[in-house]
């Protein structure tokens, strides 16, 4: 079992930067794929990134790649999300996700078994 807890996000201009990390609870954070998936009002959940249980693979959404990193460290039991070049559009809420079974759909929600509560990101123009 794992709980996971977002944090850093916020109000940033658009052209900015901001970093949100995933705290782990469990104890075998290691164990697990880590994902980022983002929702906007009247939107669907939209996949952000993805990272393999050894971090050696890395996975992006066509609308953030080239601007976002997801990393992780195995031994704080922590995922993290680097976000630069923040546009309007990147306002959403921003939900960490664990999937303990490492499924191919990285990309898809039903994939994850563990959920944070998200955290707000407000980019502003």
């Known amino acids: 079992q794992v709980q996971l807890v977002e944090s850093g996000g916020g109000l940033v201009q658009a052209g900015g930067s901001l970093r949100l990390s995933c705290a782990a609870s469990?104890?075998?954070?290691?164990?697990?794929?880590m994902g980022w998936f983002r929702q906007a009002p009247g939107k669907e959940r939209e996949f952000v990134a993805a990272?393999?249980?050894?971090?050696?693979?890395?996975y992006y959404g066509d609308s953030v790649k080239g601007r976002f990193t997801i990393s992780r460290d195995n031994v704080k039991n922590t995922v993290y999300l680097q976000m630069h070049s923040l546009k309007p559009e990147d306002t959403a809420v921003y939900y960490c996700?664990?999937?303990?079974?490492?499924?191919?759909?990285?990309?898809?929600?039903?994939?994850?078994?563990?959920w944070g509560q998200g955290t707000q990101v407000t980019v502003s123009s």
């Open positions: 996700a664990a999937d303990q079974y490492g499924s191919f759909w990285y990309d898809r929600s039903s994939a994850y078994d563990y």
């Open positions: 469990g104890r075998t954070f290691s164990s697990y794929a």
């Open positions: 990272i393999r249980r050894s971090g050696g693979n890395t």
